[in-house]
């Protein structure tokens, strides 16, 4: 298990929430795969923040960020964060990308304005942050 503070949705959270009560409800038998997946959620769940973010320009976890990239000048919008928001909060109209992807770890820590690369499958990309602010 990790350590690693997980940003989430407040309906992201509730849904874990509501599974984890619904599979540790009293009276009733836990399979064994029910088990494995009520530790998964009491680990997650122990690592959880969920909050409004500082609208300060820091990319980091719950930012919308966008991201122009410099071969192509083609943008990139997307929620940085747990990407098993996507299943858990239908609202989420963005891709999310995690901080520990290639991409989120070279993100992680910049501001608007920033510039920097990281490997993707195709080969190492140039980028600039173009913006970064709090996701609702």
């Not at 989430?8 to 009293?26: F, I, K, N, S």
């Not at 989420?92 to 501001?111: C, E, K, N």
């Amino acid at each position: 298990m990790t350590t690693d503070v997980v940003w989430m949705t407040g309906a992201a959270h509730q849904r874990l929430v509501d599974e984890l009560e619904g599979l540790t409800r009293e009276g009733r038998e836990l399979s064994a795969a029910d088990k494995v997946r009520v530790a998964e959620l009491r680990d997650v769940l122990s690592r959880v923040e969920v909050s409004q973010m500082p609208d300060d320009g820091l990319v980091e976890p719950g930012m919308c960020v966008t991201v122009r990239f410099d071969d192509d000048g083609s943008t990139s919008e997307f929620i940085l964060g747990d990407r098993a928001m996507l299943a858990l909060d239908p609202s989420i109209d963005l891709p999310v990308f995690s901080p520990s992807s290639p991409l989120g770890t070279a993100i992680t820590g910049m501001f608007p304005g920033d510039t920097g690369t990281f490997t993707a499958p195709s080969g190492p990309r140039a980028f600039t942050i173009v913006k970064a602010f709090p996701a609702t």
